[in-house]
C-alpha cells in the first residue's frame, strides 16, 4: 500500500496568516494526488485535485504543489471559516489512502 | 443540485449484518464510480471500496474483502454496501463519494455519511 506521511498532525495559526502543510508518499505517485477539507460532523470538501487544480468555487487562497513525492497545501490570508481538518489523499492505484490529517486550529 | 444521500446506518450487534445505501440525484449516476469512504470515531479518513461506472469492476480494502460486497442499481441510482460479520472495528460515518472514472480520478462529491456502530 502506498503510505501517505501528513505533517503537521496539528497547526495553531492566527486570523490573516499564511500556513503550509505536507504531505509526502512512500512512492510516486505523479500528480494523482487530492486534498479535502473537513469540519465537525461534515462531510470532507474537495479542495484540489491533480496535484493542482483547484476544484470548481474554491477559492484562490488554497494553493498547492509539488517536488517528487512531496506535497504541499498552502492557505493564505486565514479565515475563520478555514480552521478545519485537511487531509490529503492518493488515487494513484488502490488501496487508495489518506493522510493523517492536520488539524488547524485558532491561535 | 449534484446530491449524495447515505442511509441504513444504525447500532448493530458484533457478526451482525447491515446494509448502508447511497441515493444520487442532480447527475448521471451511471457514468461515475463511485466509493465507499469511512471515519472511525476521532480518526481520520479510510477508504473502504470502490464500483466502476457499470458495476463492472470493484476492489476493497484488505480488511473488508471477503465481509463487505458493493454494488449499484444504475436504473434506481443507488449504490449499496452489504457490510456482514460486522466488528469494533467497523463502528464509524461510512460515506459514498463519485469519481469521474474507476482509476486515475479523485473523489469530488461526497455524501453527508451514515453511522454504523458495532455495539453488544
Known amino acids: 500500500d502506498i503510505q501517505m506521511t501528513q505533517s503537521p498532525s496539528s497547526l495553531s495559526a492566527s486570523v490573516g496568516d499564511r500556513v503550509t502543510i505536507t504531505c509526502r508518499a512512500s512512492q510516486g505517485i505523479s500528480n494523482y494526488l487530492a486534498w479535502f477539507q473537513q469540519k465537525p460532523g461534515k462531510a470532507p470538501k474537495s479542495l484540489i485535485y491533480?496535484?493542482?487544480t483547484l476544484q470548481t468555487g474554491v477559492p484562490s487562497k488554497f494553493s498547492a504543489d509539488r517536488s517528487g513525492t512531496e506535497f504541499t497545501l498552502t492557505i493564505s490570508n486565514l479565515q475563520p471559516e478555514d480552521f478545519a481538518t485537511y487531509y490529503c489523499q492518493q488515487y494513484s492505484g488502490y488501496p487508495y489512502t489518506f493522510g493523517q490529517g492536520t488539524k488547524l486550529e485558532i491561535k | 443540485q449534484v446530491q449524495l444521500v447515505e442511509s441504513g446506518g444504525g447500532v448493530v450487534q458484533p457478526g451482525r449484518s447491515l446494509r448502508l445505501s447511497c441515493a444520487a440525484s442532480?447527475?448521471?449516476?451511471?457514468?461515475?464510480?463511485m466509493h465507499w469512504v469511512r471515519q472511525a470515531p476521532g480518526k481520520g479518513l479510510e477508504w473502504v471500496a470502490v464500483m466502476s461506472y457499470d458495476g463492472s469492476e470493484e476492489d476493497y480494502k484488505d480488511s473488508v474483502k471477503g465481509r463487505f460486497t458493493i454494488s449499484r442499481d444504475n436504473s434506481k441510482n443507488t449504490l449499496s454496501l452489504q457490510m456482514n460479520s460486522l466488528g469494533a472495528e467497523d463502528t464509524a460515518v461510512y460515506f459514498c463519494a463519485r469519481s469521474r472514472n474507476y482509476n486515475f480520478y479523485n473523489m469530488d462529491v461526497w455524501g453527508q455519511g451514515t453511522t454504523v456502530t458495532v455495539s453488544s
Open positions: 442532480g447527475f448521471t449516476f451511471s457514468s461515475y464510480a
Open positions: 491533480a496535484a493542482y
